[in-house]
């Protein structure tokens, strides 16, 4: 079955989308308002875009009813600067009670009762539970179409827990100690990366046309 996509109201192409690019990995985004307020939300329309810079994107929609930017984005338009903190399985349940509509004049940080550490070089702290968490600053803001902004960040500072750095000088990471969850098909779904498998990038066999000739 097909699915033009330039036909589908907003409702059947979010769906699609959302239930067959999966997982996808959590950006927990903590900003701050210009008042002062620190917001921290949820995102599953991210991914790293880049190394030279090392960029970030982000999708973020816009609040259907009003069709005006939610706190994240304003934040991010205002202040230029953000942090993308990834969840773990252990910090579940406090992520998804920053995806509440609080008002703006609500900190999620206290709503959730999180731990906040101090960033380096941009305002807006870091949750201090997160394995990883990225400092940004704002690239680029494209609206594009009345519904969302892609955001896309420079990632200037990274904070990994020492706890899971094997080797420094290598860079090398035990990632799956992090339990790093994603978000997967329809409401509520999500998924943890313990169920892994590994494939050597194979080198190019100049004579793969005539293999199994004969």
């Known amino acids: 079955m097909q699915f033009d996509m330039r036909k589908l109201p ?8 959302n239930s067959t690019v999966t997982p996808r990995p959590i950006a927990w985004i903590t900003t701050v308002s210009s008042d002062g ?29 009003t069709r005006e930017l939610k706190n994240t984005a304003s934040n991010i338009i ?37 731990d906040t550490a101090p960033s380096e070089i ?19 803001a494209l609206d594009i179409g009345s519904l969302q902004t892609v955001m896309i960040g420079e ?19 035990d990632t799956p100690a992090m339990q790093l969850i994603g978000r ?9 990366g313990s169920d892994q498998f590994q494939l050597d990038r194979p080198l190019y066999d100049p004579d793969w046309q005539t293999k199994g000739e004969g």
Do not use: Q
């Open 37 to 65: 307020v620190v917001n921290a939300a949820p995102y599953s329309f991210f991914n790293v875009a880049g190394v030279e810079p090392p960029l970030v994107m982000l999708g973020l929609l816009k609040d259907m009813r």
């Open 10 to 17: 907003l409702a059947g192409r979010y769906k699609l989308l």
């Open 122 to 140: 941009v305002v807006p702290p870091r949750i201090a539970s997160s394995p990883v968490s990225f400092e940004c600053r704002k690239v680029a």
């Open 78 to 114: 205002a202040t230029g600067e953000f942090v993308v903190n990834l969840v773990s399985e252990n910090d579940a349940e406090k992520m998804n009670l920053c995806s509440v509509e609080a008002p703006a004049d609500v900190s999620e940080v206290d709503y959730a009762g999180l």
């Open 184 to 192: 997967t098909h329809g409401a509520g779904w999500y998924a943890r």
């Open 155 to 173: 990632i200037l500072m990274t904070h990994i827990a020492d706890e899971f750095i094997t080797n420094p000088e290598k860079f090398y990471l």
